[in-house]
């Protein structure tokens, strides 16, 4: 059975030929081409089986997981492995009457005849072969290093072991290859494709061991590459890290159909005129025919995933089972949004709040019975934090119909990314970005974030840190405009200290020698911190509107909502004219350890937080209860337990926690029913 990274078929020993009743026996009338593979887009893995168009969705397997799907040649039968356990099963085409054939199998290959099956034993690496039925198993005294599979005439096996590749013909075994990792039958028996141990180096032989000879260099793939032949035996397709490629094995020529298609997993339709194959970086099945169109048959949301895709064409009639519902990650209760998880950020735009959950985002407004999910949001975001390596989501905006936001990924090394997208166009683009080494200090292991949006303003930051401790020096603030504006964005690689650019959205608009960080932002206008004084406002060019004059290191945070600017000092909240920069109030607060919009990747949250200001009120967390004060006269309304929160022309949003299945809630209070006079 073909596993991922496994994508080579190879074979082991002699079997008799069909017997005269199968030769005779009338071919059953066949359906139109199906695709089958699994997918574990209900949370648990599963074998579905879909048309061409991805519509028809059937769901073969029901209990337990099952990975790997595998048809037989008369596409009556499919093999299934159980995802990572030992055991080798059998079904109809259908999904009924699923059995065990083997309780250690995997690796598995059908006989030509479709009614024998050879497999691998798992920890001891033996050959395995059994009837379809269960009945006859046996072993033979071999070992593979890869799957073992019969030969087109139904006589030979092929297997490699130790870098030699064997075709046991008539209970003999002979080697006719040294230095073979990987090897695979033409569909016509006359050739042998194979790839080189020493070298990536694709090689075709004949299977007595003549005419050996090169066919192509490749770049060796994380899960390959694979090598699959043409129904016709014509061309062998292989995938490496360049894209996918096909060769014409008579002449040698290699042609690319899609560069850089990260595959890792190909199967030719049986026309041969199209490639199946499983994008492994998205998980997404498509299509590549051979003059290079491509087109998804099924996306892929976060922490889904499909494996083993291969080609059916089940008997005329075949009923498939319909599949079960998907459990949503949320859901519209009223004015609440129910979610799986614990929401970890927000941030909103009018009417509407994006929201980051289990390192997905997605825009919600309250006017919609639905969320807009961006990028890969999907019921199975929160299983993906058990599988992804390092991965994490800081510093989301909303701007209008757009959304920003900063990711990191790596170990050791981090590399750090700004991404855009839009409620018209979900997927996200990377637009900047750069990678440290390693892990530490967000202001130093990243250089890039502090993402705000309001209206048609989007901003960001690049920085340098020097010093121990680790101190902002040479900060630009730069403007994400619309895609296909010609800008230059920052690009960084260490040990480089300095960001170079490269072509993209993006616009320089201030830049200082010292720290110069944006806090918020509205109407076109950005609050930022300058060093450890005074406040700034700027406009949407960059330019100075005013100076906030303050004592070193006293504000820790801003917030901005038409003529009121909002300033979180130790122990109060001062109230300033954006117009005019005079002081209007100055509110009392607990004297504790506070702070604000965050704008790195931010591991704690401080015991008083400044959230957001509108509508002459202003939201903070204090003892993760949130509270709204009134900017004209103080007065200061306990609203109820809260993780984040933002404040909009058209209300409030705010995150909580809850016992039982939907654990995260985001709740939202229209702006009449906030603090009543």
């Known amino acids: 059975m073909r596993r991922r990274g496994a994508i080579v078929l190879v074979v082991l020993a002699a079997i008799a030929p069909a017997s005269a009743a199968d030769r005779i026996k009338p071919k059953p009338r066949l359906s139109e081409p199906r695709l089958i593979f699994s997918s574990n887009r209900t949370g648990a893995f599963h074998v579905y089986t879909a ?15 099952a990975c ?29 009457a699923p059995a ?84 695979v039958w033409s569909p016509d028996g006359r050739w042998i494709a194979l790839m080189k141990a020493s070298g990536e180096q694709i090689n075709v032989i004949k299977p007595d061991g ?38 014409e094995v008579a002449t040698g020529r290699v042609w690319t159909l899609e560069q850089r298609a990260a595959a890792s997993e190909l199967a030719w339709s049986p026309t041969g005129r199209e490639l199946a194959y499983v994008e492994y970086r998205q998980g997404a099945i498509r299509l590549l025919t051979v003059a290079g169109d491509v087109r998804t048959v099924f996306s892929v949301r976060s922490g889904d995933e499909h494996r083993g895709v291969a080609w059916t064409r089940p008997p005329a009639g075949t009923r498939y089972r319909a599949p079960q519902p998907v459990t949503p990650l949320e859901r519209v209760v009223g004015s609440e949004l129910e979610l799986r998880a614990p929401v970890d950020e927000l941030a909103a735009d009018g009417g509407a709040v994006v929201y980051q959950v289990c390192r997905a985002l997605a825009v919600w407004r309250p006017s919609a019975l639905n969320v807009a999910p961006i990028g890969t949001y999907g019921p199975n975001a929160c299983r993906a934090l058990r599988t992804e390596s390092p991965f994490s989501i800081y510093s989301p905006a909303l701007a209008g119909d757009r959304v920003a936001y900063m990711t990191t990924s790596g170990g050791n090394q981090i590399n750090y990314m700004l991404w855009q997208a839009s409620l018209s ?38 920085w340098e840190a020097v010093g121990t401790p680790r101190r902002v020096v040479n900060e630009t603030i730069w403007r994400l405009r619309e895609p296909g504006f010609a800008g230059v964005c920052p690009a960084g690689t260490p040990p480089s200290e300095v960001f170079t650019t490269r072509p993209g959205p993006c616009e320089q608009i201030a830049k200082s020698a010292d720290a110069l960080t944006p806090l918020a932002v509205d109407a076109g206008r950005t609050v930022v911190r300058r060093g450890e004084g005074p406040l700034e406002l700027r406009d949407a060019q960059g330019s100075l509107l005013r100076t906030i004059p303050l004592p070193p290191e006293e504000a820790i945070a801003a917030e901005l909502a038409g003529d009121d600017l909002v300033v979180l000092v130790a122990g109060a909240l001062r109230h300033y004219s954006a ?63 809260a993780t984040a929160a933002q404040l909009e022309g058209s209300g409030l949003f705010y995150a909580f926690r809850v016992e039982g299945d939907w654990p995260g809630r985001i709740r939202f209070v229209p702006v009449a029913l906030l603090l009543p006079s």
């Open 425 to 462: 166009a979900p997927q996200p683009a990377p637009v900047a970005g750069g990678n440290r080494c390693c892990r530490g200090n967000p202001l130093d292991t990243v250089r890039m974030g502090h993402v705000l949006g309001d209206g048609a303003l989007l901003v960001f930051s690049t």
């Open 68 to 96: 790997d799907p595998v048809p037989s040649p008369n596409a009556r039968h499919v093999l299934f492995e159980r995802c990572g356990r030992p055991g080798l099963w059998v079904m109809n085409a259908d999904g009924s």
């Open 51 to 65: 048309r061409l168009s991805g519509a028809g969705l059937g769901q073969l397997t029901f209990d337990g997981e």
């Open 579 to 641: 117009a005019t920069g005079d002081l209007d109030h100055t509110w009392p607060l607990p004297n504790v350890p506070s702070g604000g919009f965050c704008g790195v990747p931010c591991f704690t949250r401080s015991q008083l937080q400044l959230e957001d200001t509108a509508v002459g009120l202003v939201a903070y967390i204090l003892n993760g209860e949130l509270h709204l004060l009134r900017l004209a006269d103080g007065v200061d309304r306990l609203v109820g337990p």
């Open 210 to 247: 003549t005419g050996r000879r090169r066919l192509a260099d490749v770049r060796r793939a994380p899960f390959g590459p694979g090598l699959e032949w043409s129904p016709g035996s014509r061309y062998v397709a292989f995938t490496d890290l360049a894209g996918i490629h096909i060769i």
């Open 100 to 183: 065990e054939l083997a309780s250690t199998g995997f690796d598995a290959s059908w006989h030509p005849d479709s009614r024998r099956i050879v497999f691998l034993n798992r920890g001891t690496l033996t050959i395995g072969i059994v009837n379809r039925d269960g009945s006859g198993p046996r072993l033979l005294p071999r070992q593979s290093d890869s799957p073992p599979a019969w030969s087109p005439d139904r006589r030979s096996l092929l297997y490699v072991r130790a870098g030699a590749l064997y075709v046991r013909r008539g209970g003999a075994d002979r080697v006719i290859a040294l230095d073979v990792a990987s090897a």
